[in-house]
């Protein structure tokens, strides 16, 4: 997703208390961050972070990571953050923001950080063949996530791009991950804990179906 420039937002990400500056100071140690042992998740590409937000706020006892390469969108990310959590009178205390390059996730986060589950919300499709080895769900990024997730986490991919979840169940499938569920009508299948997105909701507006899997790490 492309946005444009917005000043205020570095200098509001770095006077903000869970925006991480050197996030790679915390491979392995995320739970130092967070103080506590509950369960860490990780949404890469969180864009403006009503995902997470709304995920963070549901289950306090639970710790989200939530990446994206772009600061001015994770500046709009923090803005959307603070304002869920003051209309509900909360704190927020279980969000980290990252601003790192998903090509190197796997100096972000390791295997002792014991990541339960990951979240793939509405990537960019890269529908050119080209450019296919871009997409989050592409081979190269799962070999990747391979690298940090334990037996038994989980991956949580959603789309309205009908090419980009075929293909990507085959790569899910290629790359050694077990599919347990997968729906090609989100809104209309027996999913009852779905967070809608703000991409969610124009694609569903527009007649389009929602694309959704869940994976297990073997």
């Not at 289950?59 to 869920?84: C, H, Q, T, Y």
Request: glycine share 4%; proline share 2%; charged share 35%.
């Amino acid at each position: 997703m492309r946005i444009r420039k917005k000043k205020w937002a570095q200098p509001e990400l770095d006077a903000c208390r869970y925006f991480i500056k050197e996030p790679k100071s915390y491979f392995g140690k995320w739970k130092e961050f967070f103080n506590n042992d509950n369960d860490i998740e990780l949404e890469v590409g969180c864009g403006k972070c009503s995902f997470v937000a709304q995920k963070a706020l549901q289950n306090p006892d639970k710790n989200f990571i939530a990446v994206d390469i772009k600061s001015d969108m994770l500046g709009v990310g923090r803005r959307n953050i603070e304002k869920l959590f003051d209309e509900n009178k909360k704190q927020v205390k279980n969000i980290a923001l990252v601003a790192f390059n998903v090509e190197n996730i796997e100096q972000l986060v390791s295997k002792e950080d014991n990541i339960k589950q990951m979240y793939i919300n509405f990537c960019n499709p890269w529908p050119r063949e080209k450019h296919k080895k871009r997409r989050l769900t592409h081979t190269t990024k799962l070999s990747k996530y391979r690298t940090f997730l334990n037996d038994g986490a989980q991956i949580h991919f959603k789309t309205d791009n009908d090419e980009l979840f075929e293909e990507s169940l085959e790569y899910f499938k290629e790359s050694g991950f077990e599919i347990f569920y997968k729906t090609y009508d989100l809104h209309n299948s027996d999913v009852k804990d779905n967070i809608v997105t703000e991409h969610e909701t124009m694609f569903s507006n527009e007649g389009i179906k929602i694309k959704h899997l869940k994976a297990l790490m073997v």
